[in-house]
């Protein structure tokens, strides 16, 4: 079995995981409409999130991508297509003229704050399943 250098590992998982993206968006709408624990709740379950994809990665998923290049491949095609649909709903919603409307999220408790952020993570660019797949299957050393 092939070494991995885990401080690499390690310093792009700090750097991925504190890069502002669409969390942080989210973490601040959420604070400033329903306060700071609300914040907290949305920002650990993120966090929560990142690190089980960053740990399964570590510990299993990323040996199982580089073992099968083309699974690697399949989850960057999704991947693309993913980013291409969400730019597609983007013009369509910036060219409609509909009045947008703002969730009320006044009803939701932290659980389900919490359990949202969690749901967030796999969306988010720096922490999804392909980046951390392509980290673990690129960094390991050669021999």
């Known amino acids: 079995m092939e070494e991995i250098n885990y401080l690499l590992i390690t310093l792009a998982a700090v750097i991925?995981?504190?890069?502002?993206?669409?969390?942080?968006?989210a973490i601040s709408g959420m604070s400033m409409s329903q306060g700071r624990g609300h914040g907290l709740a949305l920002a650990?379950?993120?966090?929560?999130?990142?690190f089980f994809w960053s740990f399964s990665a570590a510990f299993g998923l990323g040996a199982l991508m580089y073992a099968n290049a083309w699974l690697?491949?399949?989850?960057?095609?999704?991947?693309?297509?993913?980013?291409?649909?969400?730019?597609?709903?983007?013009?369509c919603s910036a060219l409609s003229v509909k009045q947008t409307e703002v969730a009320d999220n006044s009803t939701l408790g932290f659980k389900a704050v919490?359990?949202?952020g969690i749901a967030n993570t796999p969306i988010k660019p720096q922490s999804s399943v392909v980046f951390w797949f392509s980290i673990f299957a690129g960094t390991a050393k050669r021999s």
């Open 16 to 25: 991925a995981i504190a890069s502002p993206g669409p969390a942080t968006l």
């Open 44 to 50: 650990a379950g993120v966090l929560t999130g990142s």
């Open 72 to 91: 690697l491949e399949a989850f960057r095609y999704f991947g693309a297509c993913y980013l291409i649909y969400l730019a597609y709903k983007s013009v």
């Open 114 to 116: 919490y359990l949202r």
